[in-house]
């Protein structure tokens, strides 16, 4: 089982750290790995349900709250891992902030979780714990559709205030959904559930770091095409502007040919500029769609009882 265990995650990790500089399954080296891992992911599922004494014993998925709070746990924090992989790099690369400046506007993330914990500790004996559950995903969905609005016209203020929406969400999805998760896990369960759940949790924030580079270098192609569709000679729009910034860099003491040149570069930037900006907006947008999809699933969890767990 350990055997197993270790190739699965050794070869799946490498593959989702290097999957994207490697273009994925175009790679026959990723696609190695990716087989490699898929025939060790089996193995030790077939191998831990067969052995009388399992690594992981697998059958605590047949609790009902455990399955569906882990796959909650699972894909909240691999959102959350995405969305924190990916504001330092919209901040550095488009706004112009430096490490420091970008590590000041993702801090107050922790005020989020503060204010959330103060909430979900007042409320745990009135409330049901699913609703807080249901009520955490929502206000994580909402910070993740306030990042899709940003442009790049944002002050610092437009990127805490989505943090700290983010934070009070994230914890008061994480408090609520761990303790409805183990509160039918029997005592002598509890060591091997925790280890499963961990287990799965890390593999799936791995995920969500791994599509950070995946989600922005996919749609900004998709957005780029559809911005290079509009930059052409029939779009009266597009010739305007040339012109004018032709004539700029002439009155710039530019020959016209230089100029033309000139003018042609400063809009393939601003386009690589925008379709990055799209991506990152869209990437934002797709997460919070996948928390909307996930709010079903809470509904799925059976009631817990106030005082257990």
Same mark, same amino acid.
């Given at each position: 089982?350990?055997?197993?265990?270790?190739?699965?995650?050794?070869?799946?990790?490498?593959?989702?750290?290097?999957?994207?500089?490697?273009?994925?399954?175009?790679?026959?080296?990723?696609?190695?790995?990716?087989?490699?891992?898929?025939?060790?992911?089996?193995?030790?599922?077939?191998?831990?349900?067969?052995?009388?004494?399992?690594?992981?014993?697998?059958?605590?998925?047949?609790?009902?709250?455990?399955?569906?709070? +882990?796959? $909650? !746990?699972?894909? #909240?924090?691999?959102?959350?891992?995405? &969305?924190? /992989?990916?504001?330092? =790099?919209? @901040?550095?690369?488009?706004?112009?902030?430096?490490?420091?400046?970008?590590?000041?506007?993702?801090?107050?993330?922790?005020?989020?979780?503060?204010?959330?914990?103060?909430?979900?500790?007042?409320?745990?004996?009135?409330?049901?714990?699913?609703?807080?559950?249901?009520?955490?995903?929502?206000?994580?969905?909402?910070?993740?559709?306030?990042?899709?609005?940003?442009?790049?016209?944002?002050?610092?203020?437009?990127?805490?205030?989505?943090?700290?929406?983010?934070?009070?969400?994230?914890?008061?999805?994480?408090?609520?959904? +761990?303790? $409805? !998760?183990?509160? #039918?896990?029997?005592?002598?369960?509890? &060591?091997? /559930?925790?280890?499963? =759940?961990? @287990?799965?949790?890390?593999?799936?924030?791995?995920?969500?770091?791994?599509?950070?580079?995946?989600?922005?270098?996919?749609?900004?192609?998709?957005?780029?095409?559809?911005?290079?569709?509009?930059?052409?000679?029939?779009?009266?729009?597009?010739?305007?502007?040339?012109?004018?910034?032709?004539?700029?860099?002439?009155?710039?003491?530019?020959?016209?040919?230089?100029?033309?040149?000139?003018?042609?570069?400063?809009?393939?930037?601003?386009?690589?500029?925008?379709?990055?900006?799209?991506?990152?907006?869209?990437?934002?947008? +797709?997460?919070?769609?996948?928390?909307?999809?996930?709010?079903?699933?809470?509904?799925?969890?059976?009631?817990?009882?106030?005082?257990?767990?």
């Amino acid at each position: 089982g350990m055997l197993f265990l270790i190739l699965w995650i050794a070869s799946f990790q490498v593959m989702v750290d290097n999957g994207q500089k490697n273009g994925w399954f175009d790679s026959s080296y990723i696609c190695k790995l990716g087989i490699t891992s898929l025939i060790a992911f089996i193995a030790l599922i077939w191998w831990e349900l067969r052995t009388k004494s399992p690594l992981l014993d697998l059958k605590i998925f047949k609790n009902w709250n455990f399955t569906f709070g +882990t796959i $909650i !746990l699972t894909i #909240t924090f691999a959102i959350a891992y995405g &969305t924190i /992989a990916i504001l330092p =790099q919209f @901040l550095q690369r488009l706004m112009g902030y430096t490490s420091y400046l970008s590590g000041l506007a993702a801090g107050p993330m922790g005020v989020g979780s503060v204010m959330a914990v103060i909430f979900t500790g007042a409320t745990t004996k009135i409330m049901d714990l699913r609703y807080q559950t249901f009520l955490g995903l929502t206000i994580f969905a909402i910070g993740c559709f306030m990042f899709s609005e940003l442009n790049l016209a944002i002050a610092i203020n437009n990127v805490i205030i989505p943090n700290i929406v983010l934070g009070a969400g994230l914890t008061m999805v994480i408090i609520p959904t +761990t303790t $409805i !998760l183990f509160s #039918t896990v029997k005592n002598t369960e509890m &060591t091997n /559930a925790s280890s499963v =759940q961990n @287990l799965i949790k890390n593999v799936g924030c791995a995920v969500g770091t791994s599509s950070v580079g995946v989600f922005v270098s996919r749609f900004s192609q998709v957005h780029q095409t559809y911005l290079v569709d509009r930059l052409n000679a029939l779009n009266t729009s597009f010739a305007a502007k040339i012109g004018a910034m032709t004539e700029t860099f002439m009155h710039l003491g530019h020959d016209i040919a230089t100029a033309q040149q000139m003018a042609h570069i400063s809009i393939y930037q601003q386009l690589m500029q925008q379709s990055t900006l799209s991506a990152f907006m869209t990437s934002y947008r +797709t997460y919070a769609i996948i928390v909307v999809c996930v709010l079903p699933l809470v509904f799925l969890l059976k009631k817990v009882k106030q005082g257990e767990g």
